[in-house]
Every structure is written in structure tokens, then in C-alpha cells.
């Protein structure tokens, strides 16, 4: 039976849509939250799937961490793109993620996977 190892990380980050309804949205900045959920078909000789510490450290790496999404990423950053960004960037080391979800806000946020 596989289990799903979850790991939840903040991070601060500016941002702005450029075609919010219509018309340009003000740059702002949130107290963002990202899960990742990564399937382990098998535990270790120490019963872990992946090391959380390990996933935390490589989510360091790729999170904007105190900058404005639009200076660094080519696309609008919503938490939609966003989600689907950093699915892609993690599936890259860590081949049997399952999705990732991204906050905006403690209220609303998106989810990206692949069916």
C-alpha cells in the first residue's frame, strides 16, 4: 500500500496580475503556503518514505522567497500558474509527486496534477 509523504512550506512573496478582470492589479504581497504530496510505494530500514528536512531544503532552492513573482517567473503569476510551476520543477527530483497546492491566502489557493 503506498503511502503519501506530505510536506507544507511558507514562504513570502510580491505579486501582481496584469489582466485581472480587465484592468492591471496592484503589486501586493501574501504570506504564501505550498503542499507537496509525493507517493512512496516503499519505506526505508528507518520506516520513512522521503525525509522531510531533505524536501524542505530543496523547496528553499525553488520558492521565491521575498521577491516579486513577476520580476522572476514568464508568466502571470496566479496561484493557478504557480502551482502548476513548481509541480513541474518538483517533479523533476522527486518523480513520484502527486500534486501541489499553493495558498494565496489562508481562504483560497489552487491545486495542480496530472490525471
Same mark, same amino acid.
Given at each position: 500500500?503506498?503511502? =503519501?509523504? !506530505?510536506?507544507?512550506? %511558507? ?14 492589479? @496592484? ?27 531533505? =524536501?524542505? !531544503?530543496?523547496?528553499? %532552492? ?14 502571470? @503569476? ?38
Amino acid at each position: 500500500m503506498p503511502y =503519501i509523504v !506530505r510536506v507544507r512550506k %511558507e514562504f513570502q512573496a510580491a505579486h501582481y496580475l496584469t489582466d485581472y478582470h480587465g484592468k492591471p492589479e @496592484p503589486l501586493h504581497g501574501h504570506t504564501w503556503e505550498v503542499e507537496v504530496f509525493i507517493r512512496a510505494d516503499k519505506l526505508d530500514n528507518g520506516g520513512m518514505g522521503y525525509d522531510f528536512i531533505e =524536501i524542505d !531544503r530543496f523547496l528553499d %532552492e525553488i520558492l521565491p522567497n521575498y521577491k516579486c513573482m513577476n520580476d522572476i517567473y514568464d508568466f502571470s @503569476p496566479s496561484a493557478e500558474n504557480v502551482a502548476r510551476y513548481l509541480y513541474e520543477k518538483i517533479k523533476e527530483k522527486y518523480p513520484s509527486l502527486q500534486k501541489v497546492v499553493v495558498w494565496e491566502t489562508k481562504h483560497g489557493g489552487a491545486e495542480y496534477y496530472e490525471e
